[in-house]
Structures are given as structure tokens and as C-alpha cells.
């Protein structure tokens, strides 16, 4: 059931002076709390409350927060709002009138607490087509979303249904983030999608920060918020909080906190796998899609590596990306060794062929000069076809 629910509006709290947002010109929208649900078009409630609240961490001030829980029935829960209104209350419509706009979605998420069961999904944030035909897909382009295994993924659907996650990263709980989703509205195949977070715009699988696609079909886009899960996550309690939303033209329009320009990505260091050692494996230009002169295919037995060295100019963290394929139906997990400590160890499932590449993302902590990172298989599977590792 979907309904519109008053909103019990907390007290107003006083930013101090080094938080508060900056003056902005105007944008397409914002979400103020201050306004209530009223800036979105409606509210979904299958069971949940919005309410809005002080940020838990004193940090932003006014929030919007999003409960819900279990339904009686097992079923699928969820607390979202859905779509966007302008000041006056009529409905911004994210339709045909804007074809080959380019837009930015901005806001500040907090997820505590979201419980997660492996397998299970929650997705966090949706740009849900509505009006589509019954031929075309029902959701989508965008959700971003986990599948209760630590990890937040950015799920593209395509007209065609196709369903690929174009970028993994680790899912953060009690801690503010902020992203912004950038896209150029398209019926084909002049569309795009951009994704920042914490102001560093991020890499796809197709090892760019811009993926082509299509961002509308059927009538029109809404933009929802909040905590929208299967019905195998259990009853309890899961809360979602938002914070300086805001829709514009601009990635400094809609970043939180204001800014000029998109912050360069950081730099990275591409290793490819032909290149690094490899231990019962070999060099293959079989499948298609491969970065450099080829991909590693490791022999099928456990204890096969593919080892890669690497330098840093200083010890610390670093963002670690492993480019792969797994044309098969079976997960073949890797143990990810630093210097000769395993640090992870991660699944590598199906990418629906061996043409089709995705990345997965880790940190890790490097020596500053020389380092070895080793990926080695787990199971009498091997490993999956290795094309390269980056280093951010």
C-alpha cells in the first residue's frame, strides 16, 4: 500500500558556522526538511515512518529519517520516498521535457542500524522508471544497493532487461557519505552515468568514470530514498538517514557542501596480468573485452596465483581494483595476500560470459617502495580470468 503520511518535525537545529552549507544558486530542487515530505512527490510505506530528525552524529543538522521493519507476512518491507516536488507543491516531472539534459543527484546517506543477511538484498537508493510498458523492465536505471555480503553496489538495468553491477565498494554503516550521481537523460544510446563519493569520482567496470546508457524509458524517472528489502532480511529494524539532497545542472550545484568542479580522481596505476608472475596459468587472447595484450586463465586447482609488484610512493591505504571474468556458473573465491599477508578473501562470481569483465574494489595498506600483491585461488575452480589490478 502507498500513501502520503504527515511528517512529525522535530526541533530545528543550529548548524555551527565551519558546517553549514553555502549559499548556492538555485537548483532544480532541494530537499529541505525543514518543508517536510512535502518535497517529495509521495511517500511508501509497506510498513515505515519519516520523520524528520537531528543528525544522530551532530554533524549536518536536520535529517530526514526512514524506518522500517519486518512485514507480518515475510514479505518484502519498505520505507522510501518517491519522486520530487517543487516549492510550489506541483510535481517536478523527470520526463521527455528534459531529453539530453545533464544532471546531478547530490545528498548525504547515514545507514544505522541495517541489518543484512548474506544473499539478501536492500537496496538504499533508486532512480525508478515509471510508466514503462509491460515489455520493458520495471525498475531501473539505477539502484544502488547491497546483497548482504559488505559491500554497496551500483546496479545499471537496461531497456533490455540486462541487469550488471557497473561498480562494487565497500558498504560503510554508521557514518555519514556523501554521492552524487551525475547522467545525461536519454532514450538511447547518448545517455550516461557519472558516480562520486566522498567528492572522488569513481571508475565502472569498463574501466572509465562515465558508463553509456540509457538513464528513461516508459513516462518518466523518480528519484527515491530510503530502505526497500527483501522479505529474507528478517523483522528487524533498519534506518536510513538523508541529508542535503539536491538535484542541478551542475556537479557543483549538487555535490553537499558546495564545491567548484568534480575533484580529480586520484592517481592510479594500472598493473596488467600479463605482466605479473603467474603460477599454474597462462597468458589467453581468447575472449574479448581485455585490456593490454591479454588476460591470465589460470589452471582450475586451488593454490594457483596470479602475483603482481607493485610500488608506492608512501605507506598507507590504497584503493585496490582487480579487473576479472568468471564465465561459469560457480563462485571462485581468490584470497587477496599483501607482502605476503592475506588481507581478504573474496568472491568472483559469474559475469554472465567470459567476454563480460567487472571489477571488484578493496582497500589495502602498502610499504612505501616495493610491494607484492598476490590473488590466489581458493577452490579447485582457480582463480577467475585475471586482466589487470589498479592501485589509487
Known amino acids: 500500500m502507498t500513501r502520503r503520511t504527515a511528517l512529525a518535525l522535530g526541533g530545528a537545529?543550529?548548524?555551527?558556522?565551519?558546517?553549514?552549507?553555502?549559499?548556492?544558486?538555485?537548483?532544480?530542487?532541494?530537499?529541505?526538511?525543514?518543508?517536510?515530505?512535502?518535497?517529495?512527490?509521495?511517500?511508501?510505506?509497506?510498513?515505515?515512518?519519516?520523520?524528520?530528525?537531528?543528525?544522530?552524529?551532530?554533524l549536518y543538522g536536520s535529517c530526514f529519517k526512514y524506518e522500517t521493519w519486518?512485514?507480518?507476512?515475510?514479505?518484502?518491507?519498505?520505507?522510501?520516498?518517491?519522486?520530487?516536488?517543487?516549492?510550489?507543491?506541483?510535481?517536478l516531472r523527470?520526463?521527455?521535457?528534459?531529453?539530453?539534459?545533464?544532471?546531478?543527484?547530490?545528498?548525504?546517506?547515514?545507514?544505522?542500524?541495517?541489518?543484512?543477511?548474506?544473499?539478501?538484498?536492500?537496496?538504499?537508493y533508486q532512480c525508478h522508471i515509471s510508466g514503462e510498458s509491460s515489455s520493458q523492465p520495471q525498475s531501473g536505471p539505477f539502484?544502488?544497493?547491497?546483497?548482504?555480503?559488505?559491500?554497496?553496489?551500483?546496479?545499471?538495468?537496461?531497456p533490455g532487461g540486462s541487469t550488471p553491477h557497473?561498480?562494487?565498494?565497500?558498504?560503510?554503516?554508521?557514518?555519514?557519505?556523501?554521492?552524487?550521481?551525475?547522467?545525461?537523460?536519454?532514450?538511447?544510446?547518448?545517455?550516461?552515468?557519472?558516480?562520486?563519493?566522498?567528492?572522488?569520482?569513481?571508475?565502472?567496470?569498463?574501466?572509465?568514470?562515465r558508463y553509456p546508457c540509457a538513464t528513461l524509458w516508459g513516462d518518466?524517472?523518480?528519484?527515491?530514498?530510503?530502505?526497500?528489502?527483501s522479505g529474507s532480511n528478517g523483522d528487524a529494524v533498519a534506518d536510513a538517514y538523508l541529508n542535503s539532497a539536491r538535484l542541478a545542472t551542475t556537479?557543483?550545484?549538487?555535490?553537499?557542501?558546495?564545491?567548484?568542479?568534480?575533484?580529480?580522481?586520484?592517481?592510479?596505476?594500472?598493473?596488467?596480468?600479463?605482466?605479473?608472475?603467474?603460477?599454474q596459468g597462462l597468458l589467453e587472447t581468447t575472449h574479448t573485452g581485455f585490456s593490454g595484450t591479454g588476460y591470465v586463465n589460470t589452471d582450475n586447482v586451488?593454490?594457483?596465483?596470479?602475483?603482481?609488484?607493485?610500488?608506492?610512493?608512501?605507506?598507507?591505504?590504497?584503493t585496490l581494483r582487480i579487473r576479472y571474468s568468471n564465465g561459469t556458473t560457480t563462485n571462485r573465491p581468490m584470497a587477496i595476500a599483501v607482502n605476503g599477508t592475506t588481507v581478504a578473501t573474496r568472491n568472483y562470481n559469474a559475469t554472465a560470459n567470459w567476454d563480460t569483465w567487472a571489477i571488484d574494489t578493496l582497500t589495502v595498506t602498502l610499504n612505501a617502495g616495493s610491494n607484492t600483491i598476490r590473488l590466489t585461488a581458493t577452490t579447485a575452480g582457480g582463480c577467475p580470468n585475471i586482466d589487470y589490478i589498479e592501485v589509487a
Not at 70 to 87: H, I, T, V
Request: overall charge neutral.
Open 143 to 158: 539502484v544502488l544497493r547491497t546483497l548482504g555480503d559488505g559491500m554497496l553496489h551500483f546496479q545499471l538495468t537496461t
Open 13 to 58: 537545529a543550529v548548524l555551527p558556522w565551519w558546517l553549514a552549507e553555502p549559499a548556492r544558486a538555485s537548483a532544480l530542487w532541494t530537499g529541505d526538511p525543514a518543508l517536510g515530505t512535502n518535497v517529495f512527490d509521495g511517500i511508501e510505506l509497506e510498513p515505515g515512518k519519516i520523520t524528520v530528525v537531528n543528525d544522530p552524529k551532530g
Open 70 to 91: 519486518g512485514n507480518p507476512d515475510g514479505s518484502k518491507a519498505r520505507c522510501e520516498s518517491r519522486g520530487l516536488r517543487n516549492p510550489d507543491g506541483s510535481v
Open 251 to 279: 556537479y557543483a550545484e549538487a555535490v553537499p557542501g558546495g564545491g567548484t568542479t568534480p575533484p580529480p580522481p586520484p592517481p592510479v596505476t594500472r598493473y596488467e596480468a600479463e605482466n605479473a608472475t603467474i603460477s
Open 220 to 229: 518518466h524517472i523518480n528519484h527515491k530514498w530510503g530502505v526497500y528489502r
Open 302 to 318: 586451488s593454490g594457483a596465483y596470479v602475483q603482481f609488484a607493485v610500488s608506492a610512493a608512501s605507506a598507507g591505504s590504497r
Open 94 to 124: 523527470l520526463n521527455d521535457a528534459y531529453l539530453g539534459a545533464v544532471q546531478y543527484l547530490g545528498w548525504r546517506a547515514l545507514w544505522n542500524p541495517m541489518p543484512t543477511k548474506s544473499g539478501s538484498w536492500i537496496a538504499l
Open 166 to 209: 557497473i561498480w562494487n565498494g565497500p558498504l560503510r554503516l554508521n557514518t555519514w557519505q556523501s554521492f552524487v550521481i551525475g547522467y545525461r537523460v536519454s532514450r538511447g544510446t547518448d545517455g550516461w552515468v557519472e558516480f562520486y563519493v566522498d567528492g572522488v569520482q569513481q571508475t565502472f567496470t569498463n574501466g572509465q568514470t
